[in-house]
């Protein structure tokens, strides 16, 4: 039997992935009105060059509120689809199938671009970009951190009205030809607000026991399911830790898994942490691969295909994960920033291309006549 490896497909639904990596979503915090633009096409148009088998766009909001910056981009209005239509249509025409991830910030929202501080959007940014803060939403009345605002608490309407967000645009981003649809629910935003006891004091039917705390996510999914085809693949991004005492732990991250199963999603993209405030928790003990044992366990327990992610850059570490099943995909954000030919590198390092045939025709024939000149000279 052959083995699984990097370079082994991936069926998931009706959509074949070419290979086991997956471009993690980047924010870029460069649209604008929430409109992708040149920067986008290009910037996600080189990992789908690179050889990626899926490539994400990044985090997506499914309302202008739900923004975590001024420059996110965004998917509340039928006018962003044809600009993200155009992306997809270039990722898809190189071979790599085209991803989306839909979130909303809750109480992260109106927050500066990282390099602007990542602290609340005050007058002096209106003063200095003419961008204004906006009002946050909110599981329960609690700030993100020292410093930040106390969000709203959401109303039942609220809740109605982001969930109605959530699935008109999974409508859109189905419109626009993405075939890969993931939602957010990581990393301290909305979805992980309403998850995790940290965020969550509500004692009415969206919070109080872990079922409570999960029903938010739960009817996200179902009413995404709704407008997402039935033929494509749905992911959730979860937080499989908070890292903090009292916080969300990996077990309650497989109730969720296993909730989110049973709405017809079909992938856990596992991450960790982000709950509240900029400090590492102390728990947190970084290494290469830090987060994979989490999506080991999702995977084994809640019986749902998983993507690994964080600190990952060895290609035979990666190979080996998928080769022994600690889960199905393997994603990276960095290491792809730094080297967007990342996944053709892989390839050749795995024995998975020799003749440089994975590469677009255009580079990989003059690259195949360069190796058997220096094979043949002896060079390289
Ligand atoms: C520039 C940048 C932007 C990011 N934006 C998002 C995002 O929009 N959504 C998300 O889920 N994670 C986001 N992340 C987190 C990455 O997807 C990834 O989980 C994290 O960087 C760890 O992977 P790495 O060690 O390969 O970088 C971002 C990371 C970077 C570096």
Redesign the pocket.
Same mark, same amino acid.
Request: charged fraction near 25%; glycine fraction near 10%; include cysteine.
């Given at each position: 039997m052959a083995m699984t490896s990097l370079f082994t497909p991936l069926q998931l639904r009706g959509v074949t992935l070419k290979n086991r990596i997956v471009v =993690?979503?980047? =924010? !870029?915090y460069r649209a604008k009105e929430g409109v992708a633009d040149d920067w986008h096409l290009v910037h996600l148009g080189r990992f789908a060059l690179g050889g990626a088998g899926l490539v994400f766009a990044?985090?997506t909001a499914v309302e202008a509120r739900g923004r975590r910056t001024h420059g996110d981009l965004g998917l509340w209005s039928d006018a962003q689809v044809e600009p993200l239509a155009r992306v997809v249509r270039f990722l898809e025409a190189e071979g790599a199938v085209a991803g989306i !991830?839909l979130?909303h910030a809750g109480r992260k929202a109106s927050e500066r671009r990282?390099w602007h501080g990542e602290t609340p959007v005050d007058a002096t940014d209106a003063e200095e970009r003419g961008e204004a803060p906006w009002p946050a939403i909110a599981p329960s009345p609690l700030a993100y951190a020292d410093g930040w605002p106390e969000p709203q608490a959401m109303t039942d309407d609220d809740v109605a009205q982001v969930i109605d967000a959530f699935e008109a645009a999974a409508g859109r981003a189905a419109a626009a030809g993405f075939r890969v649809l993931e939602i957010?629910a990581?990393?301290g935003f909305l979805i992980h607000q309403f998850l995790s006891p940290l965020a969550n004091l509500r004692t009415d039917r969206w919070g109080g026991d872990g079922a409570g705390r999960r029903r938010f996510a739960v009817e996200v999914a179902r009413a995404v399911r709704r407008a997402w085809p039935e033929r494509l693949p749905l992911s959730f991004?979860l937080s499989a830790t908070d890292w903090v005492e009292g916080g969300l732990e990996v077990d309650d991250t497989v109730a969720v898994a296993r909730a989110l199963a049973a709405e017809g999603v079909d992938l856990i993209?596992v =991450?960790s942490g982000g709950i509240g405030g900029r400090e590492r928790p102390q728990r947190m003990a970084l290494a290469q691969g830090f987060q994979v044992p989490f999506a080991e366990t999702v995977r084994r327990e809640a019986a749902i295909a998983t993507i690994a992610?964080?600190?990952?850059?060895d290609v035979e570490a990666c190979d080996a994960i998928v080769r022994d099943g600690r889960a199905d995909l393997v994603?990276?954000?960095?290491?792809?920033?730094d080297d967007s030919n990342w996944p053709l590198h892989a390839a050749r390092h795995l024995g998975a291309d020799t003749e440089h045939a994975h590469w677009p025709v255009e580079a990989g024939w003059w690259l195949m006549k360069r190796q058997r000149l220096l094979d043949r000279l002896g060079l390289r």
């Amino acid at each position: 039997m052959a083995m699984t490896s990097l370079f082994t497909p991936l069926q998931l639904r009706g959509v074949t992935l070419k290979n086991r990596i997956v471009v =993690s979503p980047m =924010s !870029q915090y460069r649209a604008k009105e929430g409109v992708a633009d040149d920067w986008h096409l290009v910037h996600l148009g080189r990992f789908a060059l690179g050889g990626a088998g899926l490539v994400f766009a990044e985090a997506t909001a499914v309302e202008a509120r739900g923004r975590r910056t001024h420059g996110d981009l965004g998917l509340w209005s039928d006018a962003q689809v044809e600009p993200l239509a155009r992306v997809v249509r270039f990722l898809e025409a190189e071979g790599a199938v085209a991803g989306i !991830q839909l979130g909303h910030a809750g109480r992260k929202a109106s927050e500066r671009r990282p390099w602007h501080g990542e602290t609340p959007v005050d007058a002096t940014d209106a003063e200095e970009r003419g961008e204004a803060p906006w009002p946050a939403i909110a599981p329960s009345p609690l700030a993100y951190a020292d410093g930040w605002p106390e969000p709203q608490a959401m109303t039942d309407d609220d809740v109605a009205q982001v969930i109605d967000a959530f699935e008109a645009a999974a409508g859109r981003a189905a419109a626009a030809g993405f075939r890969v649809l993931e939602i957010y629910a990581a990393h301290g935003f909305l979805i992980h607000q309403f998850l995790s006891p940290l965020a969550n004091l509500r004692t009415d039917r969206w919070g109080g026991d872990g079922a409570g705390r999960r029903r938010f996510a739960v009817e996200v999914a179902r009413a995404v399911r709704r407008a997402w085809p039935e033929r494509l693949p749905l992911s959730f991004r979860l937080s499989a830790t908070d890292w903090v005492e009292g916080g969300l732990e990996v077990d309650d991250t497989v109730a969720v898994a296993r909730a989110l199963a049973a709405e017809g999603v079909d992938l856990i993209d596992v =991450s960790s942490g982000g709950i509240g405030g900029r400090e590492r928790p102390q728990r947190m003990a970084l290494a290469q691969g830090f987060q994979v044992p989490f999506a080991e366990t999702v995977r084994r327990e809640a019986a749902i295909a998983t993507i690994a992610v964080g600190l990952l850059w060895d290609v035979e570490a990666c190979d080996a994960i998928v080769r022994d099943g600690r889960a199905d995909l393997v994603a990276l954000a960095r290491e792809v920033l730094d080297d967007s030919n990342w996944p053709l590198h892989a390839a050749r390092h795995l024995g998975a291309d020799t003749e440089h045939a994975h590469w677009p025709v255009e580079a990989g024939w003059w690259l195949m006549k360069r190796q058997r000149l220096l094979d043949r000279l002896g060079l390289r």
